[in-house]
């Protein structure tokens, strides 16, 4: 598979009006990308990129779990090369499994982070045929390889982005299309706002998923903890587990 240049490429980023999605947007023109479709569910929330960045930012009402918003978004973004599954949700910090409301969450969490991303990549995998192949990258999560305490349902969530990221690399590599999985630890955003632990800023982020994907690494580690728990994972999936398990039960009893 080829290695993608992020100079040149057009892009679609979904969530992309705020976190890790605008900061996406920000880095791939900064970089050179031609074109960036940024994907929001209120496109007047993209206002200040189109006033930055003029016709190379596109503004796409995408809501995810919309499939009218999906079909458009492909038949408008036809000259796609790269698409970029980043919007996501996350329920309540804290909310155990066992909670009345888990249910509902994880309902949401993975309409959002596991249905949307599979009804876009199945929508752009046409486009990004025609033009050659290009790529798509799955923001999942750290939390995707081992259940976070703190985020129990997300976790699943994002383990089932995980899974289907290796479902496309499969089901793509026919038409050419490289296909990576993003696996962060905590980023300094809205989502993690509550998560008591150090973060990495969008900014930072977004420029190590870009120099991960040019590098053609399938799976990203952007920030020092994902490394880590990366590294830990690939070593020793069970020790990860009981770390991960009693760092939550030590802040608890802290
Ligand atoms: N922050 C972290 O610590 C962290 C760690 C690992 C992975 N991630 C992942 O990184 C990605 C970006 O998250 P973030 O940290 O940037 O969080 P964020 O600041 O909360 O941004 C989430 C984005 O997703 C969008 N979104 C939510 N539901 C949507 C839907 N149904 N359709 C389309 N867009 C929707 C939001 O749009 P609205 O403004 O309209 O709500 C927003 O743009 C997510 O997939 C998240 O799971 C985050």
């Keep these: 598979m080829s290695v993608e240049k992020i100079a040149g490429s057009v892009a679609v980023v979904s969530g992309a009006n705020r976190g890790i999605g605008r900061a996406l947007v920000e880095e791939l023109l900064t970089a050179g990308a031609s074109k960036v479709y940024a994907g929001a569910r209120n496109p007047d929330s993209l206002d200040d990129l189109r006033e930055t960045w003029g016709s190379r930012v596109v503004a796409l009402k995408l809501d995810v779990t919309e499939p009218e918003d999906v079909g458009r978004a492909a038949t408008s973004a036809a000259d796609a090369t790269i698409l970029f599954n980043n919007a ?20 949401h969490e993975m309409e959002v982070n596991y249905f949307g991303v599979l009804a876009l990549s199945s929508a752009f995998a046409p ?123 030590g802040e608890e009893a802290a």
């Design 88 to 107: 996501g949700v996350a329920g309540t910090v804290g909310t155990s499994i066992t909670d009345p409301d888990a249910l509902a969450h994880a309902r």
């Design 127 to 249: 486009v990004l045929a025609r033009n050659g192949g290009g790529a798509v990258v799955n923001v999942a999560s750290v939390a995707g390889l081992v259940n976070f305490p703190l985020f129990q349902t997300y976790s699943a969530s994002k383990a089932a982005v995980h899974s289907v990221t290796q479902a496309l690399r499969t089901g793509l590599s026919s038409q050419g299309t490289f296909v990576a999985g993003v696996y962060p630890g905590p980023v300094d955003t809205e989502m993690a706002r509550d998560v008591p632990m150090e973060k990495t800023s969008a900014r930072d982020v977004a420029r190590a998923i870009l120099r991960s994907l040019e590098a053609g690494e399938e799976e990203i580690f952007p920030d020092p903890v994902s490394q880590q728990m990366g590294a830990m994972f690939l070593e020793d999936p069970k020790g990860l587990e009981q770390a991960t398990a009693a760092m939550a039960a």
